[in-house]
Structures are given as structure tokens and as C-alpha cells.
């Protein structure tokens, strides 16, 4: 039976011990108080390694021989509802019965309370398979630990911290039911000429007169947008001139609507209207839609104005996971040139055999194996991070070595964090384009036509340059930090930069 995990040797490799489990482990089982958590690293471990192969197994066996049918299947808007396509919902119902959406949700919420890098590696799996599958499932539970790390932020969790255990947080019913694979969530962020300029959004959030928000405007480009849960970012300020603090991007702010609710008899009764859903160049199996939204009723995350703040804390996260997609459609990419060119001959041998063509797989191999270590190391530094600052937040029973570790490492994970996923998402994305490229060259004229993969996996690879933030903006971002500690530190950087040199 065909296995995704069990047959690539560096990605097992990190489940067995190129991860630093023993930190990640303890700050997902709270310092291992839960009475129903693993007792020790190894155990974890062994779950962890479970998942995956569960992961692999239903990716290639469920998933990979529907991905030409996802292809030329497409979900449609019939009388103002979403109806799937068929494979779509083969592929999901197989999820949900595998349980795979409550991965990362905690115990307490119907979870397995996995690390959000397992799931991060997991996804690479379902990518490998089909882009715009993986795509979908990382608006599920993904969507779910977000809602889950605002109440955090705004205060509307707590913690039993004798036990380990949330005892309460605002949108258990809402995480609950992604867990269980009833509904997903999603993020409104991009409108009509509003993209990577977020301070020119329009759609805005006002207060009735019994203080209740209602949210009205147009979002385009909405990933898995016929969800019912969708965190939407608008407008609640309105600034008097550019001066104005609450001009631009200080503005915003993050709110919670449910887009739909269902009937006892199982319709639908919908609030955000579903427009369109886009027809792309690929990714054909995700939905892309635009939403209407006309005095929608909405829920305030956090406080006014920190709308900003809040999307960038998804954003982060979503960079990370398009870095394990590019690397897993890197992975299709390169087996399928592989496995071509060690069978299609020329000039009396297999064109893997002919220099010029080794070279290509070979460079497309070491690319793929940088491109994970890079990537594990990110979503490690950023799950720490999170998981360090509710640590420090809420555990005020620690002991002071436990504190004053936690006060040492938060930053570190922080700033390496910071530092890398620019740096990740805008590799790993135009990578994954070069090698899809690279693969359609290596098959010659078979490569353009249909009859083989690689022409679908560079039309999927596309988009991934572009969307959660393009190239050019990730580049922005990491040069200015390093700009800025060149120019805080010049001694250091001209040390470096010699030592580099030698």
C-alpha cells in the first residue's frame, strides 16, 4: 500500500530526531500536568510518528488518485449555495472519518492536541498529493487554534493551571465544530483593488444601537470562502485626515461572523452572500469565492483598531504552511521527473543517465531537503514563540527557574521566527515554480501535454509566489530587518560578513 511518509527517508527523519521534541513536547503538554497528556517525550513521539503515517497512507491511497478529477471538477453556486465537487467531498469525508481536522485542538476541545508542527509536515503529505487539498485542510484546523489564540490574546480563556487543561475560552462551540469536521473557517481579508495595501480596505464594521456589530462590504479572493466561519477584517474607525491615529491600518479590525447556520431539516440558512467562485489557473480543487456581506452580524476579536495585529498572527502562520505546500509540490515535481527520466531513453540510455539531466534532478533533490530543514525550523521557532508567550501569560504558579527560562527563550523564538518566514515563504514558493519548471522541461513535449502530471503541478505552483503575502513583500520584509541590525550592530555585521568570506 502506497505511503507518502513511509517512503521519503528525510522527512522521516525529522519525526525520528531531527525535531527538538523534548521543548516542543512539554510546552504542548503544559509541562506535562494533564492527567490524560503523554507522561514523557518518547510517547509523544511515537503518536506523532503515527499521524504521519496515517497522514501518508490517506494522501496517496485517497487523495493523489482524485487529483485529476479535482482538476476538471469544480464546485459550483447553485441557487445561492456551495455544492462540492464530487471528488471534494469523497477527499473530505475521508477526513472527517479519519478525524485529521482535530490534530492540533486541544484535549479539553475534542482534540488530539498534536504540535502545530506535526501538522505543518502532515500537510506536506496532502500537497505532495494535490495543492489545492492541502490548501482546504489547513483552513480547518488551522482556522479552529486561531480562534483559539485570539480568546487567548483579548483574555477570554482560561487556564486550570494545576491540571493543564483550558477550562473555558469564548469560541469553544466554533472549535468544537471544525474538530469534528462539521464546518471550516477562513480568513476575509483582500477586496476589489485592496490587497497587499490593507490600509485601503472599505468594507466596514458599525455598531447598532444596542452595541451589536454588523458587518457590510465585498471580499474577493477568498480561500475556502463558502465556510462558515470567517474571520473578516474591516473597518471600525473612521479617520478624520492622515494624521489621524486611527488612519490607514490602525483603523482595522478582526471580527468573527458565521456565514451560514443550518436548519433542522438540513438547508441552509445564509447571511454572507456567496458572489462567485473564481475559475482558475489551477489550485481548481479549492474554492475561491467572493462574499457579499450586507449588515452581516459580527463578533469584535480583541479591541478596536487591532485588527491589524490580530491578521498578522495568522498570516504568520499561513506563510509557514504555503512554504510545507511549495515543498510538497516540489516533491511531486521532482519524483515525477525522476521516475520519467530513469525509464524514457535517448541516445541509447535513460535520460537520467545524460549529465546535463542528472544535474537538474540532483539540484532539485538538495533544493527539496534545504527547503524542509528551513521549514521545520520555522514552524519549530514559531510554535514555540506561541506557546512560550501563553506560558508566561498564564502559568502563574511556575516556579521562578521555570519563569526566568521562559523570559530567556521567548525572545530568541521570536526574533528567529521573525527572521526566517520571510525568508521561507519566499524561497520555498518560487522554488517550488522552478522545480514544477524543471520537471515539464525534463518530460520534453510529454511534459505540456495532459497525459502526464507535471503540466497540472507548475499550473498549481503558480499562485504560490503570490498569495499570503507575494515575493516581493516577503523580500521587503527581510531585508528591512536586516537592514536594521546592520545598522544597530555594523561591527557585528562586517565581522560576519568577513568570517563568511574565509
Not at 524514457?344 to 534532478?361: C, F, Q, V, W
Request: glycine share 8%; proline share 4%.
Amino acid at each position: 500500500m502506497a505511503n507518502f511518509f513511509t517512503d521519503n527517508d528525510d522527512l522521516r527523519f525529522y519525526f525520528d530526531q531531527g525535531v527538538p521534541w523534548a521543548e516542543l513536547v512539554e510546552l504542548t503538554e503544559y509541562g506535562f500536568r494533564a492527567p490524560d497528556g503523554f507522561k514523557d517525550v518518547e510517547e509523544a513521539k511515537s503518536f506523532y510518528r503515527d499521524v504521519a503515517e496515517s497522514f501518508g497512507e490517506l494522501a496517496a491511497e485517497v487523495v493523489a488518485p482524485r487529483a485529476a478529477r479535482l482538476d476538471v471538477e469544480h464546485s459550483h453556486i447553485v441557487d445561492g449555495q456551495a455544492e462540492e465537487a464530487p471528488a471534494l467531498r469523497e477527499i473530505s469525508e475521508a477526513m472527517r472519518v479519519a478525524e485529521l481536522h482535530k490534530l492540533c485542538v486541544p484535549r479539553e476541545l475534542g482534540g488530539l492536541n498534536a504540535p502545530l508542527t506535526v501538522y505543518m509536515m502532515a500537510g506536506e503529505l496532502l500537497a505532495r498529493a494535490d495543492v489545492s487539498i492541502m490548501t482546504h485542510f489547513s483552513f480547518h484546523g488551522g482556522m479552529a487554534l486561531a480562534a483559539l489564540a485570539f480568546s487567548i490574546r483579548e483574555g477570554s480563556t482560561t487556564f486550570d493551571v494545576p491540571s493543564g487543561r483550558i477550562a473555558r475560552t469564548r469560541f469553544a462551540e466554533m472549535i468544537r465544530e471544525i474538530a469534528s469536521g462539521e464546518a471550516w473557517g477562513c480568513m476575509d481579508i483582500t477586496e476589489p483593488n485592496a490587497g497587499s495595501d490593507m490600509a485601503q480596505l472599505r468594507t466596514r464594521a458599525e455598531q447598532d444601537a444596542d452595541g451589536a456589530w454588523r458587518v457590510s462590504g465585498q471580499k474577493i479572493f477568498i480561500t475556502s470562502g463558502h465556510g462558515k466561519w470567517h474571520f473578516v477584517i474591516a473597518r471600525t474607525e473612521e479617520a478624520k485626515d492622515p494624521s489621524d491615529p486611527y488612519a490607514g491600518l490602525a483603523g482595522l479590525s478582526m471580527f468573527l461572523v458565521k456565514a451560514y447556520d443550518t436548519r433542522p431539516d438540513g438547508t441552509c440558512e445564509r447571511y454572507v452572500t456567496l458572489d462567485r467562485f473564481e475559475e482558475k489557473l489551477g489550485h481548481r480543487g479549492s474554492v475561491t469565492a467572493a462574499l457579499s456581506f450586507d449588515r452581516v452580524p459580527a463578533e469584535l476579536i480583541g479591541k478596536r483598531g487591532e485588527g491589524f495585529r490580530a491578521m498578522l498572527l495568522l498570516m504568520n502562520n499561513a506563510r509557514v504552511g504555503v512554504a510545507f505546500e511549495s515543498i510538497g509540490l516540489a516533491e511531486a515535481a521532482y519524483r515525477a521527473a525522476r521516475d520519467y527520466a530513469e525509464v524514457r531513453t535517448s541516445m541509447g540510455k535513460p535520460i537520467a543517465r545524460h549529465e546535463m539531466i542528472a544535474d537538474m534532478l540532483e539540484e532539485m533533490e538538495l533544493d527539496i531537503i534545504a527547503l524542509r530543514a528551513l521549514a521545520v525550523r520555522s514552524a519549530y521557532h514559531e510554535e514555540c514563540a506561541q506557546k512560550l508567550g501563553i506560558f508566561q501569560g498564564f502559568f502563574t504558579e511556575a516556579s521562578p527557574e521555570e519563569r526566568a527560562r521562559v523570559s530567556r527563550e521567548l525572545p530568541r523564538h521570536q526574533r528567529m521566527s521573525r527572521r526566517y518566514t520571510p525568508l521561507l515563504k519566499y524561497l520555498a514558493s518560487e522554488k517550488a515554480v522552478e522545480i514544477a519548471r524543471r520537471a515539464v522541461q525534463i518530460h520534453g513535449g510529454s511534459g505540456y501535454t495532459r497525459d502526464y502530471p507535471v503540466e497540472k503541478l507548475l499550473r498549481d505552483a503558480l499562485v504560490l509566489p503570490i498569495y499570503e503575502g507575494t515575493s516581493q513583500i516577503q523580500s521587503l520584509m527581510a531585508m528591512k530587518d536586516t537592514l536594521m541590525g546592520v545598522i544597530a550592530r555594523p561591527q557585528a555585521f562586517v565581522r560576519r560578513m568577513a568570517d563568511a568570506r574565509v
